[in-house]
């Protein structure tokens, strides 16, 4: 005990937490200059229907770091959330989100597909969010109703009025939006009700436990249910087992997105899944004969 205490009253000197100060001081120095070295890569994790079928992707940043490797965002998005780097990052996500879409205009296994992108707070915030999303969305003439941006409960709490009137804007241009991680934080359900928002996104956390937790199913009943109530659609995400399928779908859940479908995976890789298919295969079929 006497040793423990001891141990901590050096912690200063800990060798381990030296290190991550170090890391992080580095992290920072490097978020500086990632955007102009082009370090970021962006990924794509498949999103899937009732029947299984991909229907669109989330797009989840990375950081190719020269002496890091693969940095997870959970690493420096909060990092540049601080300094307001996610700014710049999350427009560059946005554009790089637009340019798919409008490659896979064009391409019959891809056409109808949507994609999510995550926006945070601090750039839902900036002063320049709004005119920043129509001029990406417009330059890079996709259909904006493919797009979706997904906000996070913090949004909920302080200036609604400014978060619906910002909502509203984006709306009017088609743009889509998603509550992400629903639950985990403090939610203003009285709020909730204000935003224009089309699809609620379960979170992970209670995903993880509903096939050996019933409180956890009982919640994620309710939020599906809430959600349907106020005429959203519902996601789940973190879906790594068929049981947890199963008891989502059965509860009315329509949309499905983990490691079960897919792991989030570079651009190319998502491009060339054997499962993105023309929205009516028969169709392909008969061409086919057509031809033959
Ligand atoms: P998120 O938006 O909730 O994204 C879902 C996270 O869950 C992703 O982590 C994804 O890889 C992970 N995930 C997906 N399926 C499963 C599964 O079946 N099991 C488990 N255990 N995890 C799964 P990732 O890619 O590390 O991203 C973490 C968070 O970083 C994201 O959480 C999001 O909040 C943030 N983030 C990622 N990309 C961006 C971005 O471009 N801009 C902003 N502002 N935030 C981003
Ligand atoms: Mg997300
Ligand atoms: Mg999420
Ligand atoms: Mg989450």
Redesign the pocket.
């Known amino acids: 005990q006497a040793k423990k205490a001891g141990r901590n009253s050096f912690r200063f000197f800990d060798p381990d937490m030296q290190a991550a100060v170090e890391a992080r001081a580095e992290i920072e120095r490097g978020l500086a200059q990632a955007l102009a070295l082009r370090q970021f890569q962006?990924?794509l994790?498949p999103q899937v229907d009732s029947s299984g079928m991909v229907v669109g992707a989330?797009?989840?940043?990375?950081w190719r770091h020269p002496a890091r490797g693969l940095v997870?965002?959970?690493e420096f998005?909060p990092l540049?959330?601080e300094s307001g780097q996610?700014v710049a990052?999350?427009a560059w996500?946005l554009e790089t989100a637009c340019a798919c879409l409008k490659r896979w205009e064009s391409d019959l296994r891809k056409c109808h597909l949507d994609l999510a992108?995550?926006?945070?707070a601090r750039?839902f915030r900036h002063p320049g969010f709004v005119q920043q999303v129509i001029a990406t969305v417009t330059a890079s003439g996709i259909d904006p109703g493919r797009l979706k941006l997904?906000l996070?409960e913090t949004l909920l709490h302080d200036d609604i009025d400014e978060t619906a009137q910002r909502m509203h804007a984006l709306r009017a241009l088609g743009v889509h939006f998603s509550m992400?991680?629903f639950g985990t934080g403090y939610s203003s359900l009285s709020n909730l009700k204000k935003l224009p928002l089309d699809q609620l996104?379960v979170?992970?956390s209670f995903v993880?436990d509903i096939a050996a937790d019933p409180d956890d199913l009982v919640l994620v009943q309710t939020i599906i249910a809430m959600a349907y109530n106020l005429g959203m659609q519902v996601i789940a995400?973190?879906?790594?087992t068929e049981e947890q399928r199963e008891l989502l779908l059965r509860r009315g859940c329509s949309h499905f997105?983990?490691?079960?479908f897919g792991?989030?995976m570079p651009i190319e890789e998502f491009e060339d899944l054997p499962e993105l298919r023309p929205l009516a295969p028969l169709m392909l079929d008969s061409a086919d004969e057509q031809a033959a």
């Open positions: 962006v990924y994790q989330e797009a989840l940043v990375r997870p965002p959970n998005i540049a959330e996610v990052i999350g996500v992108v995550n926006v945070s750039q997904e996070t992400d991680d996104k979170d992970k993880a995400e973190g879906v790594e997105q983990g490691y079960l792991k989030p």
